[in-house]
T-cell receptor, first 116, second 111 residues
Framework: AQKITQTQPGMFVQEKEAVTLDCTYD???????LFWYKQPSSGEMIFLIY??????QNATEGRYSLNFQKARKSANLVISASQLGDSAMYFC?????????????FGTGTRLTIIP | EAQVTQNPRYLITVTGKKLTVTCSQN?????MSWYRQDPGLGLRQIYY???????DKGDVPEGYKVSRKEKRNFPLILESPSPNQTSLYFC??????????FGPGTRLTVL
């Protein structure tokens, strides 16, 4: 079974609209961490946001927020007021176990295109 | 400036010719990792290291070797490269508390 599933290979969104990128995960470990990364066309991987399994509140970082629904095993990334510069590939990743276990599993990514 | 550097950035080589991709970080991070990225497959972890002289296999370690003799360096070694190792390779480091910092990537072509 896939540990990280991103079901949207591609998305087109109008500029200034909010975007939700889906991510579901599968783990039996009670302690885990979920990450989102952005990969623009230039190729670098940029860390966006982190959610720990024991965190009580959904993570937020500027225009990025993580809609964490533990019972449903989903960790969707929400980008508010999208900008042209948000066009990129977005990857969801999971760390199983506590901090210090640096074995990460990535999803296959969602290519987001923002339309002017 | 905090960064992870990789060299070379681009490499074209032939089957069987040993090569090393270097990775260095200046953030005093304990944890370092190597990934490969292939179209449609996302990133897959090759090896990771929790500290000097401590390494472990990721999901796709076959055909690769690593070493961690110093905290800042984590080279990736392909002893006998094959065409199926043509890929985009990323090195990353972390302090274990938040996300991993990625290097700029090395695009490897094995003919």
């Amino acid at each position: 079974a896939q540990k990280i599933t991103q079901t949207q290979p591609g998305m087109f969104v109008q500029e200034k609209e909010a975007v939700t990128l889906d991510c579901t995960y599968d783990t039996s470990d009670p302690s885990y961490g979920l990450f989102w990364y952005k990969q623009p066309s230039s190729g670098e991987m940029i860390f966006l946001i982190y959610q720990g399994s024991y965190d009580q509140q959904n993570a937020t970082e500027g225009r990025y927020s993580l809609n964490f629904q533990k019972a449903r095993k989903s960790a969707n990334l929400v980008i508010s007021a999208s900008q042209l510069g948000d066009s990129a590939m977005y990857f969801c990743a999971m760390r199983e176990g506590d901090f210090g276990n640096e074995k990460l599993t990535f999803g296959t990514g969602t290519r987001l295109t923002i339309i002017p | 400036e905090a960064q992870v550097t990789q060299n070379p950035r681009y490499l074209i080589t032939v089957t069987g010719k040993k090569l090393t991709v270097t990775c260095s970080q200046n953030m005093n991070h304990e944890y370092m990792s190597w990934y490969r990225q292939d179209p449609g497959l996302g990133l897959r972890q090759i090896y990771y290291s929790m500290n000097v002289e401590v390494t472990d296999k990721g999901d796709v370690p076959e055909g690769y070797k690593v070493s961690r003799k110093e905290k800042r360096n984590f080279p990736l070694i392909l002893e006998s490269p094959s065409p199926n190792q043509t890929s985009l390779y990323f090195c990353a480091s972390s302090d274990g508390r938040r996300g991993q910092f990625f290097g700029p990537g090395t695009r490897l072509t094995v003919l």
